[in-house]
């Protein structure tokens, strides 16, 4: 059975977006990988964060995870920060690669250009996204586009470490889902939906009151026409409440463009808020089920337990590859 690896920052509730885009996919991987999903607080504090507010947002993450649909008997869910695997082997990968290579990073740009001083977090985490995959033999990485730049780094470190040191990790395949991998604000459609958007109409949360789901998807940015088609370039709007619709209702988006046809957008938008609602309400229920419950520490403290074994075993391969430590002593 092929292994999946993936990570998501607990740095506030998740939208929508990440829903569709990577957790939604999750529950259909887990039937087929051996899937490990890690809430990856350590990448969170490459920026600043209220200790008590980060603390809130892992166990709230985790929590999601599990309401989303992830089976802690088929998947192993951690907290990144449990295993310390991970950042000891983020800073071996660290010493193998380049500064220009991430210097090159376009996220590093975005998020340190206009400012005075910039973590060196920031800079160097890409060596420690890299270690969170490589420790566990990972064969694929379900990411957006967005991280494609440093699942690349990652395979290029995995190959540079492999042909210097010794043959010990399997190099990662990109999984860029087909459908539904990038959700669009619903204010700017010409962008993803993001939660550090600071117009909060733009993005739907899965913890948002159904009043709200509804006000947001009503007041969403479509066109003049009032017809409701399927067009990217010329009706990106209409084209990503489509999208939403499809994919939450289970329905093919020529089927809904049929079932419009001749309606306008009110119809469609009072329909389409009563999928998302009806879609993230079981989700809700589950969620604070466990979000005070010794159940969510209990699959934390497994997940974090064949996390360490599984990761322990590799970074002892990578510290022996390289000469860290003393060579093992005999047994007599």
């Given at each position: 059975?092929?292994?999946?690896?993936?990570?998501?920052?607990?740095?506030?509730?998740?939208?929508l977006?990440?829903?569709?885009?990577?957790?939604?996919?999750?529950?259909?991987l887990?039937?087929?990988?051996?899937?490990?999903?890690?809430?990856?607080?350590?990448?969170?504090?490459?920026?600043?964060?209220?200790?008590?507010?980060?603390?809130?947002?892992?166990?709230?993450?985790?929590?999601?995870?599990?309401?989303?649909?992830?089976?802690?008997?088929?998947?192993?869910?951690?907290i990144?920060?449990?295993?310390?695997?991970?950042?000891?082997?983020?800073?071996i990968?660290?010493?193998?690669?380049?500064?220009?290579?991430?210097?090159?990073?376009?996220?590093?740009?975005?998020?340190?250009?206009?400012?005075?001083?910039?973590?060196?977090?920031?800079?160097?985490?890409?060596?420690l996204?890299?270690?969170?995959?490589?420790?566990?033999?990972?064969?694929?990485?379900p990411?957006?586009?967005?991280?494609?730049?440093?699942?690349?780094?990652?395979?290029?470190?995995?190959?540079?470490?492999?042909?210097?040191?010794?043959?010990?990790?399997?190099?990662?395949?990109?999984?860029?889902?087909?459908?539904?991998?990038?959700?669009?604000?619903?204010?700017?459609?010409?962008?993803?939906?993001?939660?550090?958007?600071?117009?909060?109409?733009?993005?739907?949360?899965?913890?948002?009151?159904?009043?709200?789901?509804?006000?947001?998807?009503?007041?969403?940015?479509?066109?003049?026409?009032?017809?409701?088609?399927?067009?990217?370039?010329?009706?990106?709007?209409?084209?990503?409440?489509?999208?939403?619709?499809?994919?939450?209702?289970?329905?093919?988006i020529?089927?809904?463009?049929?079932?419009?046809?001749?309606?306008?957008?009110?119809?469609?938008?009072?329909?389409?808020?009563?999928?998302?609602?009806?879609?993230?309400?079981?989700?809700?229920?589950?969620?604070?089920?466990?979000?005070?419950?010794?159940?969510?520490?209990?699959?934390?403290?497994?997940?974090?337990?064949?996390?360490?074994?599984t990761?322990?075993?590799?970074?002892?391969?990578?510290?022996?590859?390289?000469?860290?430590?003393?060579?093992?002593?005999?047994k007599?």
């Amino acid at each position: 059975m092929k292994t999946i690896f993936s990570g998501i920052q607990p740095s506030g509730t998740i939208t929508l977006g990440n829903y569709i885009g990577a957790m939604k996919q999750f529950t259909e991987l887990q039937e087929e990988y051996d899937c490990y999903f890690c809430v990856v607080d350590q990448h969170a504090i490459t920026v600043a964060q209220d200790k008590a507010e980060l603390r809130k947002n892992i166990r709230s993450l985790a929590a999601l995870y599990i309401a989303c649909g992830i089976d802690p008997e088929k998947a192993t869910l951690f907290i990144q920060s449990e295993v310390p695997a991970h950042a000891q082997a983020g800073w071996i990968l660290q010493c193998v690669t380049y500064i220009g290579e991430l210097e090159r990073m376009t996220q590093f740009k975005d998020k340190s250009h206009g400012k005075e001083a910039v973590s060196a977090g920031l800079l160097t985490y890409p060596p420690l996204m890299a270690a969170d995959i490589l420790l566990y033999g990972t064969d694929l990485v379900p990411v957006g586009e967005d991280q494609k730049q440093h699942l690349e780094l990652a395979r290029n470190l995995a190959e540079r470490f492999n042909k210097k040191y010794n043959d010990i990790f399997t190099v990662p395949e990109v999984r860029i889902p087909k459908v539904g991998a990038r959700v669009m604000s619903l204010q700017d459609p010409l962008k993803k939906m993001s939660k550090s958007d600071e117009n909060k109409k733009a993005f739907i949360t899965l913890l948002d009151d159904p009043k709200v789901i509804e006000k947001k998807i009503k007041s969403a940015v479509t066109d003049s026409d009032g017809i409701v088609r399927f067009d990217r370039d010329e009706k990106p709007g209409v084209s990503n409440l489509l999208s939403i619709y499809s994919i939450l209702g289970g329905t093919p988006i020529a089927e809904l463009e049929e079932r419009y046809d001749g309606k306008g957008y009110g119809d469609f938008k009072g329909d389409l808020a009563k999928v998302v609602v009806d879609a993230i309400k079981p989700i809700q229920d589950r969620y604070y089920e466990l979000i005070d419950s010794e159940e969510l520490d209990d699959i934390l403290d497994r997940g974090a337990e064949k996390a360490n074994r599984t990761a322990g075993k590799m970074l002892k391969k990578m510290e022996k590859a390289m000469g860290l430590g003393r060579k093992e002593r005999k047994k007599r």
